[in-house]
Nanobody
């Protein structure tokens, strides 16, 4: 069955860094466009970053220059490197595949001093 298993996240001080991982099984990972989203309390889920099967990436303006999405097809894993974190980055973060449309379990990221 399809599984997207997330790891990473946690509590970090403002200005700090975290890396999220999302390991996929049950999908043809190499052909999938992968995405990272986040959802803050009381807000809608927000698309942050996309990486195509060919490795092209794009970002929402609020994270551009701070976050980097990458993938390792051999490990069937997509990553989100988050630098210069701000309190407003606090949210539950989700990875997503498009074929099929499937979600990771979510990972809490809290940015606070």
């Amino acid at each position: 069955q399809v599984q997207l298993v997330q790891s990473g996240g946690g509590l970090v001080q403002p200005g700090g860094s975290l890396r999220l991982s999302c390991a996929a099984s049950g999908i043809i990972f190499s052909i999938n466009t992968m995405r990272w989203y986040r959802q803050a309390p009381g807000k809608q889920r927000e698309l942050l970053a996309t990486i195509t099967s060919g490795g092209q990436s794009n970002y929402v303006d609020s994270v551009k220059g701070r976050f980097t999405i990458s993938r390792d097809n051999a490990k069937r894993t997509v990553y989100l490197q988050m630098n210069s974190l701000k309190p407003e980055d606090t949210a539950v973060y989700y990875c997503n595949s498009n074929v099929p449309n499937y979600w990771g379990q979510g990972t809490q990221v809290t940015v606070s001093s």
